[in-house]
């Protein structure tokens, strides 16, 4: 296993101004969920406001279940709720 | 102004949320007539899109068109329509017999007028005829007076100006003063010169100082203003909007606008943040998934796309400190501007001017044209705005020229010039060609529909090519439905969206259903079943707003956050039960959700009968052209090949994959066809349709609309 794996957290829209940043990159390890992305932002940028329950996650532009094991290179991002004009 | 007819009138009191009365004015006859609603009336045809339906249904025939003296131009608010203690209640609804789809279109718009067509007494105006010389109609709730009165000649760019003339008009009859107790429609030269002219609403913002526009965008109403001699409407009360609907439980409304304004206070800022940023946060998130119009539909991203994305026009655009919204209390407030836009481009470049907008679609449509420059979009939403024609359909229009200008069926010498993606150059000129009638306009002004008709018979006869096999090749990439142009979206990945677009009875625009993001990102319909009962819910929720003279952004766009422990998220539903006390609390009914829906599917199958009546009603009318599904052209397919040869192996049922590229496309095809052929079965079956997608008897019966006429139809089509 590689031990220098990361992935790449990119913000989207809003959250782009208020992480004040386009993406990061953060180091995991074969053991790494979602959901422990998912805290790792809230922790960091809790100007997101990101809810830990109801947050839907994207990876690799496919929505993943919090469980989900990341592997190297993949690209996350929180999606809103988008149901059209 | 030369008066032609004038009335005097006591306006009827709000009531509950009406007030039970129809303006009529016939132009051609110069005749002006109240009509007096039987108090259950509205109990059957909710609000305005119901009177609209059913004056149409009433009052036009199978050979009625746009340009009929019959047809009939209908505005109206509905029973929620201006309340200020709850959001998003400046809607109206513009219904008639469209010039694109020659059936009953509705296109919703927020501002004052139909707050204050209903303050002055008044839940519909319906006009008719065709007026000898150009008309201005005047209701003034305060003067008790309606006129017909010769359209006021001022400078050339004024009156050739859909935003330039209502303006002038607004201030002219109110002693040279803007006043936020009048209110107008208006339509411009463009109108005039297309089938896709818009209507404005017109209405002063007080804290911008000035007249702000919101747009009855679809199916060229705007055209069908004109067509009758009329370039405006205004409309004045004084009354207070505040409680102006008298609603029937006046604490209930106001629990029912405070919580979901509390709502909308804590949830959006998380969310898409759209009283930040408007409509255009949209951008990236359709550019992320693939969504994103670029070159006529072709490809959803672009390297380009961050060129128009939010930030871009907050950055630089958008007046920062100014609250918007187009009507009082909307805490969403998405309706953005800007001020002292200088044009740098067209016939107007070097003017200082103030935009509305722009909304997403209108930056869908120039990324649509391969453009992706934002002080384009700035003056191209302007340009639009003024020429008063349809951001989306213009943009279609033009991009799906340039596209068979690209491809080789159009030439330099058909239409003058080269117009290629990515041209702003030539997108300008076309766009102002097509709003002053002048050169390739003249084609382009009809739309996509006809305009493939043009394309094939220019090529057939080039080439000795038979006309029909060329029209195969446009309608797989010409972006029309039912003669209406697609809003700004790509369904090839979503085929919940793909039947929301097809089954869409005024035509592709996404008002009936947008289930993108629920079917392809969240993955919530996983099942054919699941997504044919998509498509028979969201329809009937989504136009029961406008019906009932509100905006729907608030449901949909910002999900309450209880939503999530319920069994359907993508329904909102915390938030729909907001709306119910609303209309109970105004109205004086008990009604539950499932009522309203049944209102609601009243309606949605009147709309059928009548598009049934106008020969666009059946399966045959709801295909879509094979972009829509897949991607038509072996270019698309090779920018997304590794993707698409997934799908096959997960979605498709493919074991193992054609060896050759081309053959894996083309099995893509078949099987993406095959897939909405089955779509169409189960939402026929689930809808209560035929196969042929006809509703059934029992349906028309249930709801009380198996009238004699109804009766006939249903006979014709062996239902």
């Known amino acids: 296993m590689n031990e220098n794996m990361r992935v790449k957290i990119e913000f989207l829209g809003t959250q782009r101004t208020l992480a004040g940043a386009d993406s990061i990159e953060t180091p995991i390890t074969g053991k790494t969920t979602v959901n422990d992305a998912l805290k ?15 947050a839907l996650v994207v990876v690799n ?7 989900q094991i990341l592997k190297e290179n993949d690209i996350i991002s929180f999606v809103p709720f988008i149901s059209g004009g | 102004m030369e008066i032609l007819k004038q009335i005097r009138y006591k306006p009827a009191r709000v009531a509950g949320g009406y007030t039970d009365r129809i303006l009529r004015v016939d132009l051609g006859r110069r005749e002006i007539n109240i009509e007096k609603l039987p108090t259950d009336f509205k109990d059957k045809y909710t609000g305005g899109r119901g009177y609209a339906l059913k004056a149409i249904w009433d009052g036009t025939t199978r050979q009625t068109r746009y340009d009929s003296p019959e047809n009939i131009l209908v505005m109206a608010s509905g029973p929620l329509g201006n309340e200020p203690g709850f959001p998003g209640t400046g809607k109206f609804i513009v219904g008639t017999i469209s010039p694109m789809t020659d059936t009953f279109i509705d296109s919703n ?65 109110n002693n040279g003063q803007y006043s936020d107790c009048l209110a107008a429609v208006s339509a411009g030269r ?109 490809y959803g991203q672009s390297p380009d796309s961050a060129k128009l994305f939010a930030h871009v026009f907050l950055d630089n655009y958008f007046s920062k400190r100014i609250p918007d919204g187009c009507y009082y209390g909307c805490n969403l407030a998405c309706a953005k501007g800007a001020e002292n836009v200088e044009l740098t481009r067209g016939p107007a470049a070097g003017r200082k001017v103030s935009v509305d907008g722009p909304e997403y679609e209108t930056v869908g ?57 990515g ?44 006309p029909d096999e060329v029209m195969a090749e446009l309608d797989k990439f010409g972006m029309e439905v039912k003669g209406l142009e697609f809003s700004m979206y790509i369904s090839k990945e979503s085929l919940a969206q793909q039947g929301g677009y097809g089954f869409s009875l005024k035509g592709p625009q996404h008002d009936e259903a947008w289930l993108i993001f629920i079917d392809q990102v969240y993955q919530e319909l996983p099942t054919l079943e699941e997504k044919a009962a998509a498509l028979r819910w969201f329809p009937l929720i989504r136009t029961w707003f406008n019906a009932t003279g509100l905006c729907k952004l608030h449901w949909i766009d910002v999900r309450n956050p209880e939503a999530a422990a319920t069994d359907e998220p993508s329904k909102n539903l915390p938030t729909l039960a907001h709306y119910v006390d609303y209309l109970n609390a105004t109205t004086g009914s008990h009604k539950s959700l499932q009522d309203i829906l049944d209102d609601s599917e009243r309606l949605y199958i009147l709309q059928k009968l009548i598009n049934l009546r106008q020969g666009k009603g059946t399966r045959e009318s709801d295909q879509i052209p094979l972009r829509a599904m897949a991607p ?48 169409c079965d189960a939402v026929y079956e689930k809808k209560g349709f035929t196969p042929e997608g006809v509703p059934g008897r029992e349906i028309v019966a249930r709801f009380g609309l198996l009238d004699e006429k109804a009766r006939r139809l249903l006979d014709e089509t062996g239902a």
Request: with cysteine; net charge positive; glycine share 10%.
């Open chain 2, 190 to 298: 463009g109108a005039l010169h297309s089938r896709y002219g818009v209507i404005h609403s017109l209405f002063y913002d007080r804290r911008r100082h000035r007249i702000r526009a919101k747009q009855a965008g679809r199916g060229g109403t705007g055209t069908v203003m004109r067509a009758k001699g009329l370039k405006s409407i205004v409309v004045r009360s004084s009354l207070s909007k505040a409680n102006g609907n008298h609603p029937v439980d006046k604490k209930g409304v106001r629990a029912a606008g405070r919580a979901l304004k509390q709502v909308i206070n804590k949830a959006d800022p998380t969310q898409l943040h759209l009283s930040a940023w408007g409509t255009t946060v949209l951008s990236e998130y359709m550019d992320k998934f693939h969504i994103f119009p670029v070159d006529n539909y072709q």
């Open chain 1, 40 to 54: 790792y932002v809230i922790d960091k940028y809790p100007q997101l406001k990101l809810d830990k329950d109801t």
């Open chain 2, 365 to 421: 449509a120039v990324c649509c044209m391969g453009i992706f420059d934002p002080q384009f979009v700035m003056e191209y939403n302007w340009y639009c705005d003024q020429y008063g024609i349809d951001v989306i359909s213009t943009g279609v229009t033009i991009a799906f020229f340039m596209e068979c200008f690209e491809r080789g069926y159009l030439s330099i010498e058909d239409i003058g010039y080269e117009l290629k993606f």
């Open chain 2, 423 to 466: 041209s702003i150059a030539a997108a300008g000129r076309c766009l102002h060609q097509i709003a002053g009638g002048r050169g390739f306009g003249r084609v382009a002004g009809q739309g996509v529909a006809r305009g493939k008709k043009w394309v094939a018979r220019k090529y057939a006869a080039r080439h000795k090519a038979s």
């Open chain 2, 109 to 173: 718009v927020g501002g004052h007028f139909g707050p204050l067509l209903k303050l002055a007494g008044f839940d519909a105006l319906a006009v008719t005829g065709i007026s000898e010389k150009e008309a201005v109609i005047l209701i003034d709730g305060d003067a008790r007076t309606i006129t017909i009165a010769e359209a006021p000649q001022y400078d050339k760019e004024t009156d050739d100006g859909a935003l330039a003339f209502g303006d002038r008009l607004l201030k002219e009859v």
């Open chain 1, 61 to 67: 532009q496919q929505l993943a279940s919090r469980d």
């Open chain 2, 632 to 679: 038509a052209f072996f270019n698309e397919y090779q920018s997304r090949a590794e993707y698409y040869d997934l799908w096959l192996g997960q979605n498709g049922g493919v074991r193992k994959l054609p060896a050759s590229p081309k053959q894996r496309h083309k099995l893509l095809i078949e099987r993406r066809k095959r897939d909405y052929q089955q779509l």
